[in-house]
């Protein structure tokens, strides 16, 4: 088994620069030569090349798809296939899967790729004080058994049908084994780009690897050069004069100045991602299940996707299941913006009024702080005192997300409805950044995920998504579009990536020069 599908999620949309039919691959018209410049925001000073703790574009872009493989891919189309893997195959109750990895693989130092580099590297996110984003994925793994040196079988704590897919996660990254902190200090990994020059949160170039075993198929460049822009005029103004070539998060206000430029276009596809105002449970008066429906009342969803997204997008529903996955419920009530019932919860809580900070920062997503003052003006109705908290871009990861009580995020989402939760939500996990905890939704996470009959995961995962929008610490007001622009030099084969922005983090691999 190679290759299956993301079964009934979302294909992408039109390529920026899309070659005319002309009955031949469109890969096998691509270029090879040139550097890819981009211009990209989520930059932070403390970014390494640790993958453990890759949570914005900037790294997500440089590593994954880039310096470094992981072992198996999600395409451009939908479709999972291998990386560093080569085949793969599940027992009967998908708890045990054996992978076959790749041969004549080599890492940048030289070193060769094989089985014990798979279990060192995923060995990293269950490590003691490890803080890993994937730690969920890798912590279901009871056993890995070295089959061969291009053999491994992992036996898992229950059946999974979705694992191949979790392997592609961006942090879940490929080292070198025996010298992983060396990996880890210079970037070593077996992506078609090896690092010529890293300054975190300023600058990262990389020259394409000769005789890399992806072949001709792809990475088309040269070299690229990955440049922190965070402030999102900065980055237009970038693309605009030909400083870049590409650049994400495209600020909606300044559209119309892109469209209007020639030697610009704008790429836009339909995902999972989604911006969220969670707030940590833990913590007063968000402890109070009232207080947070009352919340969930007082923002008007609308009126942010028309004025944040500039209609870019859909509303949200309070969770993180998005349209572009094959068990969205869009059956379910949707939450409206409505002053008398956050009235009447903020009674049911005991409250008259209630004021609260909200921390946001554009580098959560772009309009960011415009959506916090929009929230504060909706809820004020309702005896709801929002005071919105305008933190620094720089440190926001480090500093803000999971460390204030309420404040702005974003999620790209997840191809599947358990990576989503299982990354995000799942008892104790790194990154459940509302730490809500809800004894039904645990035991609806764990026996969906082993669940191989569909119409009885699709009937968990809509309880999971109600249970979420009633009662969860996560305000997810909007789903918005990836919405990113190039120079009309570029040119792919059409179809986008919907995972992450930017081609799903891989314009290095599979765009070129036209």
């Not at 008892?427 to 004894?439: C, L």
């Amino acid at each position: 088994m190679t290759e299956f599908s993301r079964r009934g999620l979302l294909k992408t949309g039109a390529a920026a620069s899309v070659l005319a039919a002309t009955g031949m691959p469109a890969v096998a018209m691509a270029k090879r030569g040139g550097t890819l410049r981009l211009g990209l925001n989520g930059a932070n000073s403390s970014d390494t090349w640790d993958g453990r703790t890759h949570s914005d574009a900037f790294m997500i872009n440089s590593a994954h798809g880039c310096v470094f493989d992981c072992l198996t891919e999600v395409g451009a189309d939908g479709t999972l296939k291998g990386e560093l893997a080569e085949s793969w195959e599940a027992s009967a109750d998908a708890k045990t899967w054996t992978f076959n990895l790749r041969k004549g693989v080599t890492f940048h130092n030289g070193k060769s790729f094989g089985a014990d580099d798979v279990i060192e590297s995923l060995e990293m996110h269950t490590a003691e004080g490890a803080k890993s984003a994937a730690k969920p994925i890798v912590a279901a793994i009871t056993e890995m058994k070295k089959m061969g040196e291009h053999q491994i079988q992992f036996t898992l704590a229950a059946g999974n049908a979705d694992f191949p897919f979790l392997l592609s996660d961006y942090h879940i990254l490929m080292f070198p084994a025996g010298m992983i902190e060396e990996g880890i200090a210079k970037g070593i990994g077996t992506g078609l780009y090896s690092v010529v020059s890293f300054d975190p949160g300023v600058r990262f170039v990389g020259k394409r690897v000769e005789g890399h075993y992806k072949g001709d198929s792809a990475g088309f460049f040269d070299s690229v050069e990955y440049i922190a822009i965070n402030d999102s005029t900065a980055r237009m103004n970038a693309l605009m004069t030909g400083q870049v070539d590409a650049v994400n998060r495209v600020d909606t206000k300044t559209e119309a100045l892109l469209k209007a430029n020639p030697n610009v276009a704008i790429f836009e596809v339909t995902g999972n991602q989604h911006f969220t105002f969670p707030m940590l449970t833990n913590n007063a008066p968000f402890d109070n299940v009232n207080v947070r429906k009352a919340l969930k009342y007082g923002i008007n969803r609308q009126e942010m996707v028309d004025k944040i997204l500039q209609g870019h997008g859909a509303v949200g529903n309070d969770h993180p299941i998005g349209p572009a996955n094959q068990y969205y419920a869009s059956e379910l009530p949707q939450l409206e913006y409505d002053l008398d019932k956050a009235k009447f919860y903020m009674k049911e809580a005991g409250l008259t009024e209630i004021n609260v900070d909200l921390s946001a920062s554009d580098a959560a997503f772009t309009g960011a702080v415009d959506a916090a003052q929009l929230y504060q003006s909706s809820a004020k109705g309702a005896g709801i005192n929002i005071n919105v908290v305008q933190e620094p871009a720089d440190g926001y990861w480090s500093n803000v997300w999971l460390k204030k009580p309420w404040c702005a995020c974003y999620w790209s989402g997840r191809a599947t409805e358990d990576w989503m939760f299982s990354t995000a939500y799942e008892s104790g996990v790194p990154w459940n950044d509302s730490y809500w905890e809800n004894a039904r939704f645990q035991e609806l996470l764990l026996s969906a995920r082993a669940e191989l009959d569909s119409a009885k995961r699709k009937e968990q995962y809509t309880e999971m998504q109600s249970l979420m929008s009633q009662e969860g610490g996560t305000i997810v007001p909007m789903y918005a579009n990836y919405v990113d622009a190039a120079s009309t030099k570029l040119a792919n084969t059409g179809t986008i990536g919907n995972l992450w922005q930017m081609d799903s983090s891989r314009m290095a691999e599979r765009w070129w020069f036209a």
